[in-house]
């Protein structure tokens, strides 16, 4: 192949067999161009004071990798051998280089690696065919870097004359490749390119894709020119309109927009420190242009800091009368909490300057805790705010989002306060126990100030930044329970327990409150339809069965519902509705008297339980089988309730033979202590004594007393401990029917509490160990049948013991079926209870 890497009558260099290497970073020198380069390490300036006291030669290669010393293989083998054309020395000791590509070379051996890398060297022979194909390329690649001069705003013209005059296609395409904007890898794949016409066939490549590049890049930049071109006629047309405004005595919106700010920050009434950041916005928003992005964000927070109510209050009436009718107009009983309203009222009459109390409403839904606080805001005369806090996770809900964030607002207690149009707002916050708390912070924590009244003077929002006086609004919460509510949280609020209500109240309130807003609700007139006492005392007793009234009042709208419908048909003018009557407008009854209605069995006791919705009723369950002496515990209890069973287990079976039970009994036998309903968890302690003693009924085959409620925690040695929730518990037993109420010896002081018509038609027994419950609960000896035991295997069946035998069903001369049955034991086993997750406390 001839070489045409020298047009002919031009003799080809001299490259010494052994060159210094200097490895370059993200620069490739190319044959003939003259490149400058600046030297800082010692080394390689040694390198080049060598070199130009030699035949000023170097042997220029790209590094592989960016780093400073590049070893061997980190260095290509193509290079260039290039001439040192100028030197100059700097002041710090390095040196500024113009160099000259003389020859494509490889590096064929490393010869020297300290103080820097030498290696012998060979030629390169490019391989260049004259032919049409050859300079066509070459023609097609000049004319691609015109127009890429004409778009890169880097190139200037004169380079592509340069180009022009370059004759030779090899020379021309090292030419182009060193002055276009190509990656090093790039680069370097054209100076390995030893066929010419394979390399103007990657530099046209290569080319191609810079000119898309830029003019993509061109058609952007004309887009954002003409838009700036837009804005700047725009400007220039505003500030003409200004002058002639001006010369005509007018204001432009813009102005008058910052004179009616002025005018509402001097009227606003806000401390000294508000209004100091309110200027300074104004200040920096007359000084914006209005297409500016940051006009609209400074507006907006001028427009939050001049509406919110900084000095404006409601006067609240001090009429101790007016508001205790207000508040009895609204609820029917809630004693307690009235009395707290008229005690606030007394004394904000007289001390002026009062803070506004922190009130928290805990009682289980539908007994009026958020009507209440409408009914307070009417009874003082103020403005009402309600924020629900169910499901909140966000702190920023609380405190609000600071103005960096796109679509910053303040939190919603600024944002309720604002709604309201002044700063004394009875202000509701709803189901504070059903705050949740994640990644984005715990609104729990961020309502500590809020409710701290010695704390939240000076409360400052997070969009605000300046401080907020909220000593005035007389914040009131609301919970199902107090359990989950964050201690500290729960420490700053004054609690009001607000129990279920009982049969004859909830008759008051469907009388005076809920049928009156139901006939309105649904455009009936009080001659259009008439309730029954009775009627209404079988919907709250035979068709709900809650402590508040929520579904009382839904069962009501049902039946007027269907009256309105006839009236509208035509069927009929009017109706009385009795109890007969139920039946077709509600269907069938959803609940009965379970108490009441159920007979004395062994091994079933009544217990009182407490839920999130009031007092419940709860039936225990045992029954005695033939087994190994396993306990088994069903009914999804939780972990305290199991281990009350086996504590109630363990206290039965200490005491067995004083009832005349055999102690083989226990081993003979499994006892199963189920508790309905089976898919509601449970948990809690309280049902230690009701589990005692529907065990010891079993084992001993004595009935239990329906009519009997109980409640306690029960010790190894049978010691009965106080419980909480007595009140609901009461009011639950009152409505199931249960006539005498077991109570724990240290609860008996609660019960003053208790509404004392619930009290007159209870029996309270307090006890302080279980063999008082015991005498209590239990038929007396003879008076039960012997223990229930289930039938060992198909046909052979445990005998009760004979009725009418005077002696102890379970002693010595008891039937041989109840002998052998009594003669088993049983030992409880944790492997065999299940211990769901407990939501139902007992």
Not at 31 to 53: C, F, G, N, Q
Not at 157 to 162: H, L, S, V
């Amino acid at each position: 192949m001839p070489d045409n890497s020298f047009p002919m009558g031009m003799a080809e260099p001299y490259i010494p067999e052994v060159l210094p290497v200097l490895p370059l970073k993200d620069t490739v020198i190319y044959p003939h161009i003259i490149v400058p380069l600046l030297i800082t390490r010692e080394e390689y300036v040694k390198l080049i004071d060598d070199a130009l006291t030699a035949d000023r030669l170097v042997a220029a290669v790209a590094s592989k990798e960016e780093v400073e010393t590049p070893q061997p293989e980190q260095i290509y083998d193509i290079g260039t051998a290039a001439a040192i054309i100028r030197m100059l020395k700097l002041p710090d000791g390095s040196m500024q280089l113009f160099v000259q590509g003389v020859q494509r070379i490889r590096l064929v051996e490393y010869v020297q690696w300290q103080p820097y890398l030498k290696a012998r060297v060979e030629k390169v022979r490019e391989v260049m065919e004259e032919s049409v194909e050859l300079e066509g390329l070459a023609r097609n690649v000049l004319t691609q870097f015109k127009k890429m001069v004409s778009l890169a705003p880097y190139l200037p013209n004169e380079i592509f004359i340069a180009a022009m005059n370059i004759g030779e296609p090899n020379n021309l395409s090292d030419f182009i490749a060193s002055n276009i904007n190509i990656s090093l890898e790039e680069k370097q794949e054209l100076l390995e390119a030893l066929d010419v016409k394979a390399r103007l066939e990657k530099l046209t490549v290569f080319l191609n894709k810079e000119i898309e590049i830029l003019e993509i890049g061109s058609k952007i930049q004309s887009e954002v020119q003409t838009e700036m071109s837009k804005s700047q006629r725009e400007y220039f047309l505003r500030e003409q309109l200004k002058a002639i405004q001006k010369e005509l005595g007018e204001v432009d919106e813009r102005t008058m927009e910052i004179n009616e700010f002025r005018e509402k920050i001097e009227q606003s009434g806000m401390p000294e420190a508000a209004r100091k950041e309110a200027e300074r916005e104004l200040d920096r928003l007359s000084k914006m242009p209005v297409a500016a992005a940051e006009y609209t964000v400074a507006r907006t927070y001028l427009e939050w800091l001049t509406s919110l109510p900084w000095n404006v209050s409601t006067e609240d009436n001090l009429d101790i009368a007016r508001a205790r009718q207000v508040l009895d107009e609204d609820h029917y009983d809630l004693d307690k909490v009235k009395d707290r309203i008229i005690e606030y009222l007394a004394v904000r009459k007289l001390k002026e300057d009062m803070k506004g109390p922190i009130l928290c409403f805990v009682g289980p839904p539908g007994v009026g805790k958020t009507s209440l606080g409408q009914s307070i805001a009417r009874a003082l005369g103020r403005k009402f705010v309600r924020v629900s806090l169910g499901g909140m996770h966000d702190e920023a809900e609380i405190r609000g989002h600071r103005r960096t964030y796109i679509g910053a607002l303040p939190g919603r207690i600024i944002r309720g306060i604002q709604r309201a149009g002044s700063n004394n707002p009875v202000f509701m916050l709803d189901e504070v126990d059903k705050i949740g708390a994640d990644f984005r912070g715990d609104p729990a924590s961020a309502l500590l100030e809020v409710l701290d009244p010695e704390q939240n003077h000076s409360f400052s929002d997070h969009y605000l930044d300046v401080d907020f006086d909220l000593s005035k609004v007389m914040f009131i919460t609301t919970a199902n329970t107090s359990i989950p509510i964050h201690p500290a949280l729960l420490d700053r609020m004054e609690v009001l327990e607000l129990p279920g209500y009982t049969e004859v109240e909830k008759l008051h309130i469907a009388k005076d409150h809920l049928l009156p807003r139901q006939l309105e609700a649904h455009g009936l007139k009080k001659s259009q339809i008439t309730v029954t006492e009775e009627a209404l005392r079988v919907v709250i007793r035979n068709y709900t069965r809650e402590a508040g009234v929520r579904n009382l009042e839904r069962e009501l709208a049902t039946i007027c519902r269907k009256v309105a419908k006839d009236i509208a048909a035509g069927k009929r003018k009017s109706r009385k509705i009795a109890e007969k009557d139920l039946h077709e407008l509600l269907g069938p009854t959803k609940y009965r008297f379970e108490v009441l209605e159920e007979e004395d069995e062994v091994g079933v006791a009544t217990g009182l339980a407490w839920t999130e919705s009031g007092g419940d009723v709860l039936f225990v369950e045992c029954q005695v089988m033939p087994g190994e002496g396993n306990l088994i515990l069903t009914g999804k209890l939780g972990d305290v309730m199991q281990e009350s069973a086996r504590a109630a287990l363990t206290y039965c079976r200490s005491v067995a033979e004083d009832y005349g039970v055999d102690p083989e009994f226990f081993r003979r036998h499994d006892l199963h202590v189920h508790v309905p309903a089976g898919a509601i968890p449970k948990d809690g302690p309280s049902a230690g004594v009701t589990m005692a003693t529907a065990l010891m009924s079993s084992v001993t085959g004595r009935k239990v007393r329906k009519e009997v409620g109980m409640t306690g925690e029960i010790t190894l040695r049978g010691k009965v401990l106080p419980i909480g929730g007595l009140k609901e518990k009461v009011l639950a037993a009152h409505r199931a029917g249960v006539k005498k109420i077991v109570i724990p010896e240290e609860n008996e002081k609660y019960l003053e509490e208790i509404p004392p018509f619930v009290r007159k038609g209870l029996k309270f027994v307090p006890v302080s160990h279980i063999e008082e419950v015991f005498k209590v609960a239990l038929y007396p000896d003879g008076k039960g049948t012997s223990a229930r035991v289930a039938p060992a295997r198909k046909g052979k069946a445990a005998k009760p013991a004979a009725r009418k035998t005077k002696k102890p069903a379970l002693k010595g001369s008891a039937s041989k079926g109840a002998s052998k049955a009594a003669k088993k034991a049983v030992k409880p086993a944790a492997k065999k209870a299940v211990k769901p997750r407990a939501r139902k406390a007992s």
